[in-house]
């Protein structure tokens, strides 16, 4: 079975970094052709995809956020993490990370960050 | 990586069908078979309901079926019930290992 579970800050300042963590289980990033994205949506909007990375250690970004962005991995540890940089109030939202294949097949249930001072 | 465009909402009433409509471009929903629909209910993490166009995941009822023209993709929803009523978002493949997510349709059973 399938699952994945965001973890993190619920509130953050202006300015300051949000690390988010991403704990899965019932497959493995070490596996060929696996992926892990990191995919937000502020409250009552859309959902905008972040960021990926392979099991090959392969990373891509959002065009538009990508100088804000790192996403890593710790295969040992079933991990995924991403970091963003310079937080805004616009980037309150809830932060979803996803197995990722050729469509993103299954979900953790969301970690709402709310940036505040 | 421009949003797709979704009509803001659609509805039926039960039995009937509806159809949602996801418009992109030539980079993206044209150029790929990596069309994907999700349904989202309040405050609950998307669900995969339709991929690679027209493929449906185990579990998912057959009331829920994908097609693609061009560079629209389309969900339709046969015999509606009330547990349809949801949000549904697309996304699509769009080059350059990147993915694009449609601005979401809120489906009312009436």
């Known amino acids: 079975q399938v699952t994945l579970k965001e973890s993190g800050p619920a509130l953050v300042k202006p300015t300051q970094t949000l690390t988010l963590t991403c704990t899965f289980s019932g497959f493995s990033l070490s596996t060929s052709g696996m992926r892990v994205s990191w995919i937000r949506q502020p409250p009552g909007k859309a959902l905008e995809w972040l960021a990926r990375?392979?099991?090959?250690?392969?990373?891509f970004y959002s065009t538009s956020l990508k100088t804000r962005l790192t996403i890593s991995k710790d295969t040992s540890k079933n991990q995924v993490v991403l970091t963003m940089t310079n937080m805004d109030p616009v980037d309150t939202a809830t932060y979803y990370c996803?197995?990722?294949?050729?469509?993103?097949?299954?979900w953790g249930q969301g970690t709402l960050v709310t940036v505040s001072s | 990586q421009s949003a797709l465009t979704q009509p803001p909402s659609a509805s039926g009433s039960p039995g009937q069908s509806v159809t949602i409509s996801c418009t992109g471009t030539s980079s993206d929903v044209g150029a790929y078979n990596y069309v994907s629909w999700y349904q989202q209910h309040p405050d609950k993490a998307p669900k995969l309901m339709i991929y690679?166009?027209?493929k449906r995941p185990s579990g998912v009822p057959d009331r829920f079926s994908g097609s693609k023209s061009g560079n629209t993709a389309s969900l339709t929803v046969s015999g509606l019930q009330a547990e349809d009523e949801a949000d549904y978002y697309c996304s699509s493949y769009a080059g350059s290992n990147s993915l694009v997510f449609g601005g979401g349709t809120k489906v009312t059973v009436l």
């Open positions: 990375i392979d099991w090959d250690d392969d990373k």
């Open positions: 996803a197995r990722t294949g050729t469509t993103v097949d299954y």
């Open positions: 690679e166009v027209s």
